[in-house]
């Protein structure tokens, strides 16, 4: 198992460039800042996780003033649901103690059963600050030498998006926006038979299932930094009181393969379950497999007779709450 002295010969011998900064043990992020460790914007906080069946885990590494729950990083992740790992494992798998996860430590995953996931900010940012598989120091390197010197490993690392998305209402006034963000997804409306368009769009809006009142739908935009990046139309109590419909979803082209989609539907459902309702229905437009395996990996089965209309066929789905 590497520590401190053997992950900094590692470095080394890669060739990769870093920073070392020795201080005394940290074991919170709040710790951290109190040793003054520097570049404290680069700093990151890492979670060791696991199913709930063992069978996979993961190292979630993120900027360390971010706040996200197990549920968003198990939508993400596209996991069961997931929770801490065990202090036992830690040491066993990763060969550290508590207060000094890093990502190096999946260099010392022999089996490597541990998937690292990056936070795409940190990606982003260009470089990390991470413990040398000790809280008494802190090596910064540059991100994608960190990514590198573990695939090189053979460990399983995944880049995701773990941004916080701010949910809103949509209105006409976001209809630009809206527009936008349907038209990066040509694969559906080749699918749907009918292009985007400011005015169908409105419609959308605005349109409701037979029977229901306005204030049993809403359209939500989810932002992340003030960009429009998915939309969610729902319709609660529809068709029946126990049920809520999903009339659309939408996620920026340019962002699909992050788990938005997942996140944003996890969250819808778990609002929908304190709410008390017992199931959610929506439709598939057939031949949209994509669309098809997305809605079946969160649990929705095929439920009724297919649809007919004009442009396709609707294949109703279903779960339970």
Request: include cysteine.
């Amino acid at each position: 198992m590497r520590g401190k002295a053997e992950t900094l010969e590692l470095l080394d011998r890669s060739g990769i460039a870093y920073e070392l900064y020795e201080h005394e043990a940290v074991r919170t992020v709040e710790q951290a800042r109190a040793a003054g460790i520097p570049h404290p914007e680069l700093a990151a906080k890492n979670l060791f996780l696991r199913d709930d069946r063992h069978r996979a885990h993961y190292l979630v590494c993120l900027p360390d003033d971010r706040d996200v729950s197990l549920r968003e990083v198990q939508w993400c992740l596209g996991s069961r649901r997931l929770s801490f790992a065990s202090e036992g494992e830690l040491g066993s798998m990763l060969g550290l103690a508590p207060g000094s996860v890093t990502p190096l430590g999946a260099l010392n995953d022999a089996a490597r059963r541990v998937t690292v996931a990056l936070d795409r900010a940190l990606v982003d940012a260009g470089r990390v600050t991470v413990h040398p598989c000790d809280n008494r120091a802190t090596v910064l390197l540059a991100t994608g030498d960190l990514i590198a010197l573990l695939r090189a490993h053979g460990s399983p690392v995944r880049v995701v998006d773990l941004a916080p998305l701010v949910p809103r209402a949509l209105s006409g006034a976001d209809l630009p926006d809206l527009l936008a963000l349907c038209e990066s997804n040509p694969d559906y409306y080749g699918h749907y038979g009918e292009p985007p368009t400011l005015a169908n769009l409105a419609r959308t809006l605005r349109e409701l299932p037979p029977g229901c009142r306005g204030d049993q739908k809403t359209f939500i935009g989810y932002f992340d930094a003030g960009a429009l990046v998915a939309a969610l139309d729902l319709v609660r109590g529809y068709p029946d009181e126990e049920s809520a419909y999903i009339g659309l979803l939408m996620v920026d082209g340019a962002r699909r393969g992050r788990g938005i989609g997942g996140r944003v539907v996890g969250g819808v459902l778990d609002r929908l379950r304190r709410e008390g309702f017992s199931r959610v229905r929506l439709a598939c437009i057939e031949g949209n497999e994509p669309a098809r395996r997305f809605w079946s990996r969160l649990g929705f089965a095929p439920a009724g007779r297919p649809a007919v209309t004009p442009r396709y066929v609707a294949i109703p789905m279903e779960r339970s709450l």
